[in-house]
């Protein structure tokens, strides 16, 4: 009983909408919340990644319903939150005109990397596993981590990722 009223007590003073993004933000924490064990070790590896690549903000998405179960431990700003977003819909809107096909099976909308550039910003996409994507914002500047380094590193990350999983038997 305890667990369920802290549980109300955090998530009853949101206010949402559903014609803006606050809706994922407030679903995203809950989420969280019931994921607690695997919050802090995603933490972590987001963490890393964003260090090592020079990235700005990293959120690990589950991809359908646009919620973000972690993101790294730099300050949130909700208009960082939306631009993410409104990547994934853009990649799955996109996706849906684009879709590939491998043996006559569709391989899926976020299999592959996404690399959005807008002004002086990249926006990264990374498939991790068939519900969680890698999204993430880089400022891009000479010190800026190449692609090469970049995908080895995310390939590290999902490694880590998957093996949190496994543990936590998810």
């Known amino acids: 009983k305890q667990w369920y009223q802290r ?14 993004h606050s809706i994922f933000e407030a679903m995203s924490i809950v989420c969280q919340q019931l ?21 700005e903000k990293a959120f ?14 730099s300050t949130f700003d909700m208009p960082t939150y939306e631009l993410c977003c409104d990547m994934l819909d853009l990649i799955a809107d996109m996706g849906c005109i684009y879709q ?18 807008l002004n002086d910003t990249l926006l990264h996409l990374k498939q991790i596993n068939r ?12 010190t800026a981590c190449t692609q090469g380094i970049v995908d080895y590193n995310f390939q ?5 990722i998957q ?5 936590a038997n998810l």
């Open 7 to 20: 549980r109300v007590a955090i998530t009853a003073g949101r206010t949402t909408s559903i014609y803006d």
């Open 156 to 160: 590290q990350l999902k490694h880590g």
């Open 100 to 117: 590939e096909y491998e043996g006559g099976e569709e391989r899926g909308v976020f299999s592959t990397c996404s690399v959005i550039k």
């Open 163 to 167: 093996e949190v999983l496994k543990v």
């Open 35 to 55: 994921l607690e064990n695997v919050l802090s070790p995603f933490e972590n590896i987001l963490n890393a990644f964003v260090s090592s690549n020079k990235m």
């Open 60 to 73: 690990i998405f589950d991809l359908h319903p646009k919620i973000f179960i972690a993101t790294d431990s």
């Open 131 to 142: 519900h969680l994507a890698l999204v993430c914002i880089q400022l891009q500047q000479e």
